[in-house]
């Protein structure tokens, strides 16, 4: 599975690729106005070091006019997915964009059949968003369990974004229904390396060691000396 990394804080994604583990980006109209920069700004610094898609999401609500920003989006990057919103307009532009082979992210989805939608329109990936699902009551990962049972048994190639993920228990559980891709805010991948058993297991290791120096620095040493 994928991690994409879900801001506009550029030094955050640098952070989370110093360790390896982006394999793309995604930001929307709330992130990158939080982050107090220019959305061109935001993508042309990404892509400088990004290896991997990163989503720029549309703000215009008409067909025409999305189509107009998507264009220019493709642009801003070697590998630029363009977010449209699951409405009529956005399937509409999707549509097109698809036809001109303009990658895409269908984000806001909260339904198996807006999932569908996207996936016949032509979608490189689908966002549907878990958290916002729970905080209502309903079940995001039985979605994207849905999803993916769909996708499966007609063959969309259309990738599983699972977004809006608000812990860690969300990655382990889109991990197991085979979502393709999980896009994470960076608190939550920082959440997923602590164990309180490898904190304990690791100073047990080093108190037991004691003082002594590793043994390759010892060999080291002992070439120097000889
Ligand atoms: O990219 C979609 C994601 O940012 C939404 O997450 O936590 O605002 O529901 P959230």
Known sequence: MRFFIDTAEVSEVRTADELGLVDGVTTNPSLV???????RDVVAELDEFVDG???VEVIATEAEEMLVEAREYDTWGDDIAVKFPMTREGMTALSQATAEGIDSNVTLVF????????AKNGATFVSPFLGRLDDIGSDG????REIREIYDVHGFDTEILAASIRHPSHVKAVAKVGADVATLPPSVLDQLFDHPKTDEGLAAFLDDWGDRESPAVRELQGADDD
Do not use: T
Not at 33 to 39: H, I, K, N, T
């Open 111 to 118: 339904s198996a059949n807006q999932a569908l939608l996207a």
């Open 53 to 55: 898609p990163i989503s």
């Open 141 to 144: 990962v039985e979605l994207v």
């Open 33 to 39: 106005a939080s982050s107090g920069r220019e959305y």
